[in-house]
């Protein structure tokens, strides 16, 4: 798809700091063996990652904000417009060796995303999609699945780690979805799960405890997509609350009443 100009921003600097992240990620696979592990050594790829996109993207554009995981908000002197940005999401992956993670920039336009980009370098597959352009994967159009019926279809959440307070509430919405589906899945890189669901893979996704910059590309791209994705408390707002329900359109009803039923 020929993108804007922002997009094309995005993409590229996507790319590059994807490239960097996978040879360090060749490095990571060589430090499990240490008694220190790689902790010290991801943190700097991460941090190096996200200092080169915010370079990238204020060079493009030097008037948008900047919200970024690892370092503080920059406010743009165009207040309606910033990047958000998660320079490694599924940063536990990358830690122990998992090919499972991904870098996700979002352009946000008055408190809407307006485009999204999520790249997995590991994969080469570059998902993005721009209000109104469609949700492409590399050169192909994306289509959330048709499945309608609950128990041929298969959903990702987050399983809450390191005693969150979430995690009964998790366990309780397991407990009414595993019966009646073909399964959860649970990969560790939120935003690769929008990304699964805008192409098809999954029939939907929902997590607690979520950051925006884990959301903001991937709304936009399963929206595009033809999905649907919604607060998980009706009435709530999702990059605020951090929690989120997506689906196909089909399965998005049933899926979450058996979800909000908590
Ligand atoms: C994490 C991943 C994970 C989700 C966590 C997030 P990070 O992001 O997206 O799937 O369950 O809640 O914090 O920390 O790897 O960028």
Redesign the pocket.
Known sequence: MAGSANLNVMMKTARKAGRALLKDFGEVENLQVSTKGPGDFVSRA?RTAEETIREELLRARPSYGFLG?EGREIEGEDPTRRWIV?????????LHGLPH?AV?IALEHKGQTVAGVIYDPVKDEMFYAEKGGGAWLNESRLRVSGRHRLIESIFA?????AGRADLPDTIKDLARLLPACAGVR????????FAYVAAGRYEGFW?R???A??MAAGLIIVREAGGIAEPLQIGGDILADGQVICGNEPIFETFAKVIRKA
């Open positions: 991460d995981e998660d320079p490694l999401d599924g940063t536990t992956n990358f993670w996700s959440t987050g399983l809450p780690f649970r990969f560790g890189a939120a935003s690769l799960d997590e405890g979520l950051h910059w884990d």
